[in-house]
């Protein structure tokens, strides 16, 4: 079963508009990340929040943590053609990665 | 290597065939994953490899299903009898140690049964 669900299923913004979308997740956590998947590649790792932390910024990224509501946000700010992927995010319990089913994001020219 | 491989990169194969996935992880990763991936699904938990420890299973979907790890390095995922339902993605990826961090994926495995 999946830990994490992500919201909304499917974003399109506009390039330089920023986009956001949410994980919620059922039991306690280690940390939360986040992947972005292009079509038919492999996913690839964005950013760790652990679980004593609010807030982390990566470049154009940023997520946040709510443990007590036990949802985590990630914002992508002025969004590009290539930031067109799916993003997941992940929880860590004990010591397996679960992934929800994922936003598929699409940045239009 | 440079980064986690699989091979092949794609394998149609009929109904009741057996096939074999490979994953060559990063070298030094002392934890391996398996993750399956249906069409526009999210990736579900196969099994995990961690050092010398016995390996999760847990998310192995029936016993057609097995995997090994030789030397603490190369993977194999076995399926056998091949159904239609096991038609997906099935993604390898390494990580450096026990507590979870960053997993490095590769770029995955497309297995189509017919």
């Known amino acids: 079963s999946q830990q994490g669900e992500e919201d909304p299923q499917a974003l399109s913004i506009q390039e330089g508009e920023n986009a956001t979308m949410n994980c919620s997740y059922k039991?306690?956590?280690?940390?939360l990340q986040w992947y972005r998947q292009n079509s038919g590649r492999g996913l690839v790792h964005l950013i760790l929040?652990?679980?004593?932390?609010r807030e982390k910024h990566s470049g154009r990224l940023r997520v946040t943590l709510d443990t007590s509501k036990k949802s985590s946000s990630l914002l992508i700010t002025a969004s590009r053609a290539a930031d067109t992927a799916s993003y997941f995010c992940?929880?860590?319990?004990?010591?397996?990665?679960?992934f929800g089913a994922g936003t598929t994001v699409t940045v239009r020219a | 290597g440079a980064g986690v491989s699989q091979s092949p990169s794609n394998k149609v194969t009929e109904k009741g065939k057996d096939v074999e996935l490979r994953c060559d992880p990063i070298?030094?990763?002392?934890?391996l994953y398996w993750y399956r991936q249906s069409l526009g699904q999210g990736l579900e938990f196969l099994i995990y490899?961690?050092?010398?420890?016995?390996?999760?299973k847990s998310g192995l979907p029936s016993d057609r299903f097995s995997a090994e790890r030789t030397g603490g390095s190369v993977s194999t995922l076995t399926i056998q009898r091949t159904q239609q339902e096991d038609s997906a993605v099935y993604l390898c990826?390494?990580?450096?140690?026990?507590?979870?961090?960053?997993?490095?994926f590769g770029e995955g495995s497309r297995l189509t049964v017919l």
């Open positions: 990826a390494s990580s450096l140690g026990v507590r979870t961090g960053e997993l490095f």
């Open positions: 039991t306690s956590i280690n940390n």
């Open positions: 929040i652990r679980s004593n932390e």
């Open positions: 992940a929880t860590d319990t004990d010591y397996k990665l679960s």
């Open positions: 070298s030094g990763h002392t934890a």
């Open positions: 490899f961690q050092g010398n420890s016995a390996p999760d």
